[in-house]
């Protein structure tokens, strides 16, 4: 005859600690998620209000009124619309790419001990982040000595080419996951740095590469400043300029002693909130497409690329 002891669980301070901090970062997750989502659902439902719904209620989580005239007007104007999509995959590509090839090379040597000058480099790549020239130096140097204006090189370059927190994030990843063992092995066999560099380095570098090109993709296809100093041609409008430019246009149609004559007339033309929520939201729909499929290797490399090596 087998006795059977029943063995309780025993609950420890530190575990109750433990339960309350998760329970405590919960409900604080949860209401950050809720503080998210409300601007996205606000614009959803004001995309989808009637323009006179709009203007006697403002604003609701849900419309009063159904419409599909912002929708209307996008697919009227699909073609400039059209054209200000395609440029910002454009500039959000090749942006995304030149940043991640940049930033890579120059995290790759910082991460190397045999580099003696890496000190240096690093002291550069500091300096950068705590004294700049100011907007007015940058403008100056980049229309009068590069000549960028009115090209797409504007939309790519100023600004959005490479950060310092990236190159430290990639650094650390560099430092933390891949032994300098394997490129003293990769050396010995023959192996130059540019070839470490493409075959191992980048290849074992997924997640870090992986979070430094999301960054880069959101603040390529989110930034509208650089449209705005550097861009006359409409042309080479991204959506975010061209939502820009119809808010401005609005407002300035709404200020001043011409609106009450010009307003009337301008307003058959140009979008009403509705449409201009409407953009936002074709606008953002590429960014919620392709997160929840990075979303793992983002986490990690954010965890990793943050340790200090």
């Known amino acids: 005859m087998s006795n059977k002891v029943k063995v309780k669980d025993v609950d420890t301070p530190t575990m109750r600690d433990e339960k309350v901090f998760h329970n405590i970062a919960l409900v604080a997750m949860i209401l950050l998620s809720i503080y998210c989502i409300i601007p996205f659902v606000l614009m959803l439902s004001t995309s989808f209000s009637s ?8 604003y ?19 073609v400039t619309i059209g054209r200000c999509y395609a440029m910002t995959i454009l500039v959000t590509v090749v942006g995304t790419l030149a940043n991640l090839v940049l930033t890579s090379l120059f995290a790759y040597p910082l991460s190397r001990q045999d580099f003696k000058a890496r000190n240096v480099f690093a002291f550069i790549l500091f300096f950068t982040v705590l004294f700049n020239g100011g907007l007015t130096a940058s403008y100056i140097i980049w229309t009068s000595v ?4 009115n090209t797409i090189w504007a939309l790519i370059l100023p600004g959005s080419l490479m950060g310092a927190m990236n190159v430290l994030m990639v650094r650390n990843y560099f430092n933390a996951n891949i032994p300098y063992s394997i490129i003293e092995a990769a050396r010995l066999d023959g192996a130059n740095d540019m070839r470490i560099y493409a075959k191992i ?26 449209g705005l100093y550097y861009i006359s041609d409409t042309k ?7 939502l820009k430019k119809l808010m401005d246009n609005i407002a300035f149609l709404k200020s001043g002693d011409t609106a009450a004559e010009s307003a009337a007339l301008a307003f058959k033309t140009m979008p009403t909130e509705g449409a201009r929520m409407a953009i936002a939201i074709v606008a953002i729909l590429p960014i919620l497409l392709v997160y929840p499929f990075i979303q793992k290797e983002l986490v990690r490399g954010m965890v990793v690329g943050g340790v200090k090596g």
């Open 51 to 58: 323009e006179s719904a709009l203007a006697q209620y403002g």
């Open 60 to 78: 609701s989580f849900w419309p009063r009124e159904f419409s599909f005239a912002a929708y209307d007007y996008l697919w009227a104007k699909r």
């Open 146 to 149: 590069f000549h960028v204006k």
């Open 201 to 226: 380095m980048v290849p074992l570098s997924k997640p870090v590469m992986t979070t430094i090109g999301l960054f880069a993709a959101l603040g390529y296809w989110n930034n509208w400043t650089n």
């Open 236 to 242: 080479l409008y991204t959506i975010q300029v061209y």
